[in-house]
């Protein structure tokens, strides 16, 4: 047993820490939060073009073969510098929907471009409020075109092609592939929690669009694809999370009241120590989860989840607390607190919420009847 | 990243479960399975004589103390293999209850602090399952603030002592001692200097429990058990030899303790997840077992995530370790986790059991009241071993590099340190 990352795997995330710490500072991510573009186009470009969105994608459509292992870690690094990039729908989710299900023939077309960054995926699910499930799928796909509305879209208004769950011929849902440059898809953007990763509403209307993996298998698939981004996603929150937490800690360190540093008094101490708990009982279940992504194990289920609902946890209790730490100032548009707790809760839903994971986590560990 | 037994570990492992396969106290596992955790409960035999009998049999076949030097009667094994190990032992490890403050804490303390002679004497003895060692810190006036104990010890300066020349003699009281009764040695922290600053006038001793002047008092607890007890020393005489360290240097000593206990509670803690688990779906609701109820699914889940992360990070300690770092501060999570843990966990299941949830007695209460122990117990782990906010402390301070408390004693010598006596005068 080693359970850490190679040293080889820590200098490429030092690597990537240093690319984003030069390219991706805090007026990259609030450039986005101020304008019209759901993501930093020029980031985008760069990052494509250094291959470290290519680490899991094999040689023969474009990627790097690196591996999983060395994906996480760059996620974690996009989500310690809030990076205002198209990762969670199209590195995590649309490459991972291809790898999974993909023909050759869409592989080919697709993953290079992924893979460079050259074109953005994305995964269009939700319809209406609620969780989503196969009773809220209305879009319908007849004779080769799609019809319907998904909304909220992440990445929507750039990304080139989209996923589609929708209801097939036979009565089944299955995943479609659309080419958003197609006939009749509209894009409009829609205000969300977090503007550094715009979302937008999708229509379709009799879109020409080919299946993806089997006809009826469209949430059978989209489990095996939402567990790998659930652990990629993962790293991400716990990249955050501890940005966040460093945060609020450099400020305890600078900030006096009543004559004494505030990272002095307890109540201050203590809500670091359990911001820190958090994230390292977040980290841990990472590190698993990263594991079985990079094996594929059988635990995967209850690996992917575990991770995602630590951290989902940690992010969200990192974030909220840094805030309050850093009293009324982090309360403004000017201080960075916001910028996390707004990503720390797209995150959250992002893939579905917490208590569809909480509930995907049980599903996979419940011992089975004898 | 790699979670797979190297072709060394496998063969390890084979060979620890072949073993325990032909040498385990199999007709105990019924009773260990059941047994409450932080105590061995055993009614079948004494629970002693069935520790230092596994211990012995263990030790003669080489699985004992794994990970000390052979010299000192350990197997001389790698951090990975005393996991392994422990994975393999499974409920039998129970039976190393008794010795686990001479193993985790005592004996590291023992193994950097004393001569060469005494640990080639007092260390094979631990690891044969021979003495049991107990842990002589805590203070009515001295729990959180260690440093402020008062057990005196003075030195016998008349070279025509009969009783010895030379000797300390101790006079002062501890508490919170685990195991005292069962103890054949004891690690005491003493104060030799009043009138310098609290840490620098401390001194430490490893002393026979046997002595004259030793008493030993159970504490009845809270859930009606006496593991801990008052120690009382009267003019109890100790040979200058069983001085570790320095006059003077005892807390230095304590802080290898400390760090040990930490390593040692913090990474072996149950938590009652696995057999929550169980209970949810043993238990029935109107919608069928209530781990199909989504809200019992969410705090489950919540759980889950706290047990396998604290199972994750004992791993991730290990690797460190086996690499040859120092296990660090951060390895205070592991108790301040577990211990809050088995209280929500104990409330949560006495909440789905309903109002049989209020029932104790073993032979009506669901699960043998394993969860209404556990209630009724968990109020002292969140203490012993240092409590919650102290860990929180280490972590603030040690590991995210916040200032210390504000001290009211600092720089104060301690005789003139404020007290409650001192406040009503």
């Known amino acids: ?370 | 990243m790699n979670f797979d037994d190297t072709p060394q570990e496998a063969d390890f492992r084979a060979r620890a479960a072949a073993w325990i396969a032909n040498n385990a106290p199999f007709e105990l596992g019924p009773e260990l399975d059941v047994s409450g955790f932080g105590h061995l409960h055993l009614h079948s035999v004494d629970r002693i004589a069935a520790a230092k009998a596994w211990q012995k049999k263990k030790f003669d076949a080489g699985w004992a103390a794994l990970r000390w030097p052979r010299e000192y009667g350990g197997a001389g094994a790698s951090p990975i293999e005393q996991v392994i190990w422990s994975e393999e032992e499974g409920v039998f490890g129970k039976l190393s209850g008794p010795f686990n403050i001479g193993f985790g804490m005592c004996g590291p303390t023992v193994m950097a602090w004393a001569s060469e002679e005494q640990k080639r004497h007092l260390l094979p003895r631990l690891a044969a399952g021979e003495d049991i060692w107990c842990q002589l810190f805590s203070e009515p006036v001295a729990g959180s603030d260690l440093a402020g104990i008062r057990t005196k010890a003075v030195q016998d300066g008349d070279p025509g002592s009969e009783a010895g020349a030379g000797d300390w003699i101790i006079n002062g009281q501890k508490i919170w001692t685990s195991g005292a009764r069962d103890a054949d040695w004891g690690l005491l922290i003493t104060r030799t200097d009043p009138t310098v600053l609290k840490h620098r006038g401390l001194t430490m001793f490893f002393l026979d429990m046997k002595s004259p002047g030793v008493e030993i008092r159970p504490i009845w607890q809270m859930n009606e058990e006496s593991v801990f007890n008052e120690v009382y020393f009267t003019d109890v005489r100790i040979p200058d030899a069983q001085r570790l360290g320095e006059v003077g240097q005892g807390w230095t000593v304590a802080l290898t303790t400390l760090m040990n206990e930490r390593m040692s509670i913090g990474g072996s803690m149950p938590t009652g997840f696995p057999q929550l688990l169980d209970l949810c779906t043993q238990i029935e609701t109107e919608n069928g077992p209530a781990i199909d109820d989504p809200r019992v699914r969410s705090q489950l889940a919540r759980f889950a995530v706290r047990a396998s992360g604290l199972q994750y990070s004992a791993f991730r300690s290990i690797s460190a370790l086996s690499r040859g770092e120092q296990p660090g501060p951060e390895n205070s999570i592991g108790k301040l986790v577990a211990g809050a843990m088995m209280q929500d966990i104990a409330r949560f299941a006495l909440d789905l059991e309903g109002e049989a949830g209020l029932l104790q007695d073993k032979e009506l209460a669901p699960d043998r009241a394993r969860f209404q122990e556990m209630l009724l117990r968990s109020p002292a782990t969140r203490i012993e071993g240092g409590s919650d906010e102290v860990l929180r402390n280490i972590i603030a301070e040690r590991v995210l590099g916040l200032p210390a408390d504000i001290r009211a004693d600092k720089d104060v010598p301690f005789d003139q340190i404020p007290t409650a006596a001192s406040a009503k005068r």
């Open chain 1, 1 to 370: 047993m080693q359970f850490d990352f190679s040293d080889d795997q820590k200098e490429l995330r030092d690597g990537v820490r240093r690319l984003l710490d030069q390219r991706c500072p805090i007026s990259v991510v609030r450039a986005v939060a101020d304008g019209e573009a759901g993501h930093s186009a020029e980031l985008w470009r760069e990052i494509g073009e250094s291959g470290f969105l290519a680490a899991a994608v094999p040689e023969q459509y474009g990627g790097v073969g690196a591996g999983y292992l060395e994906l996480c870690l760059v996620a974690q690094e996009l989500g310690r510098s809030l990076a205002p990039l198209p990762t969670v729908s199209s590195v995590y989710q649309a490459s991972e929907a291809l790898l999974i299900a993909g023909s050759d023939a869409q592989k080919a077309a697709w993953l290079p471009r992924l893979a460079s960054g050259a074109a953005i995926g994305t995964v269009a699910l939700a319809e209406r409020p609620g969780e989503t499930t196969p009773g809220a799928i209305a879009a319908t796909v007849r004779g080769g075109k799609l019809s319907g509305v998904k909304i909220p879209v992440a990445d929507g208004i750039a990304a080139d092609l989209a996923i589609v769950l929708a209801k097939d011929e036979a009565g089944g849902q299955s995943l479609f592939l659309a080419d958003l440059g197609a006939a009749g898809v509209t894009r409009e953007g829609v205000k969300t929690i977090d503007p550094t990763r715009k979302h937008a509403r999708l229509s379709f209307a009799d879109t020409p669009v080919e299946p993806l993996g089997a006809a009826g298998q469209g949430w059978a698939l989209l489990d095996r694809v939402r567990d790998r981004a659930a652990v990629l996603t993962a790293f991400e929150q716990i990249g955050g999370a501890e940005a966040a937490l460093f945060m609020a800690r450099d400020y305890a360190l600078q900030r006096f009241a009543f004559g004494r540093q505030i990272g002095s008094f307890q109540a201050i101490k203590h809500m670091l120590a359990d911001m820190y708990v958090a994230l390292e009982l977040a980290r841990s279940n990472c590190y698993y989860g990263a594991w079985a992504l990079s094996v594929d194990s059988d635990t995967l289920p209850a690996a992917a989840a575990s991770a995602r609902v630590a951290a989902t946890q940690a992010y969200q209790l990192c974030s909220a607390n840094t805030i309050q730490v850093h009293g009324g100032m982090g309360f403004t548009w000017e201080f960075d607190c916001h910028l996390h707790y707004r990503r720390s809760n797209y995150l959250a839903l992002a893939l579905g919420g917490a208590s569809l994971w909480e509930s995907r986590l049980i599903a996979a560990i419940r011992p089975r009847a004898a």
